[in-house]
């Protein structure tokens, strides 16, 4: 069965330190690959995504993420976290079957002064 | 374009009572999709239709639930006969269907049944 996983339900980092949320995923072929962030009472807005081709992408708000086939992960990466990246973030697959995407139940991210 | 709108962004009822949501999605979109959240969890799919015709749904759209895209623009979601475990996050999300998809979403629907 197609899945994700998002392992840190709740990450605490220091304002300018580096930020990594990983996720993995489980699918019988190479997926697309999304980032989601979420505010609180807000929808989700795309940090970035991963079709093909080059394996490192740059997103929005200095964000980037790495897919490694062999490890089936999606790491989210930022080199130095701002007091405004304090949200909840979401790793997703798709399309799978028929035209679901499939979110991961997300990493809550608290940044400290 | 203003993208994704939904309406009500907050909707508090009694249970047993009906309610409808409402999504604008981004005009030259031609999917559209609704997603439920709750508390600590990421979005679950819930149905999705290419123009007005409805794909697919999930089978936590019970009997209960209904959505509709009549004219392939705007669509609704009815719940009828609220219950306390429909208290969610509502969320409308749109996409091209050619090509790779991504989703956009709304700010969503926020629905607290007492």
């Known amino acids: 069965a197609q899945s994700v996983t998002q392992p840190d339900i709740h990450i605490t980092v220091s304002e300018g330190a580096s930020l990594e949320l990983r996720c993995n995923y489980s699918?019988?072929?190479?997926?697309?690959l999304f980032w989601y962030v979420q505010s609180p009472g807000q929808g989700l807005q795309l940090l970035l995504k991963y079709f093909s081709g080059d394996t490192l992408v740059q997103g929005i708000k200095g964000f980037e993420a790495e897919f490694k086939r062999s490890q089936s992960s999606f790491n989210l990466r930022k080199p130095s976290v701002h007091w405004s990246d304090a949200a909840e973030y979401f790793c997703?697959?798709?399309?799978?079957?028929?035209?679901?995407?499939?979110f991961g139940t997300g990493t809550s991210l608290t940044v400290i002064p | 374009d203003t993208g994704v709108s939904q309406d009500p962004r907050h909707k508090i009822t009694k249970r047993g009572q009906n309610v409808t949501f409402r999504c604008d999605p981004i005009s030259e979109h031609n999917r559209l999709y609704w997603y439920r959240q709750t508390l600590g969890q990421g979005p679950e799919f819930l149905t999705y239709f290419q123009n007005e015709a409805q794909l697919e749904k999930s089978r936590l759209l019970s009997d209960r639930f209904s959505a509709e895209r009549p004219k392939g623009s705007f669509s609704t979601l009815e719940i009828q006969r609220t219950e306390q475990g429909d208290s969610a996050m509502y969320l409308c999300?749109?996409?091209?269907?050619?090509?790779?998809?991504?989703?956009?979403f709304g700010a969503g629907s926020r629905l607290t049944v007492l």
């Open positions: 699918y019988g072929a190479t997926p697309y």
């Open positions: 997703a697959v798709g399309p799978i079957t028929g035209n679901q995407f499939y």
């Open positions: 999300a749109s996409s091209f269907s050619s090509g790779a998809n991504v989703l956009t």
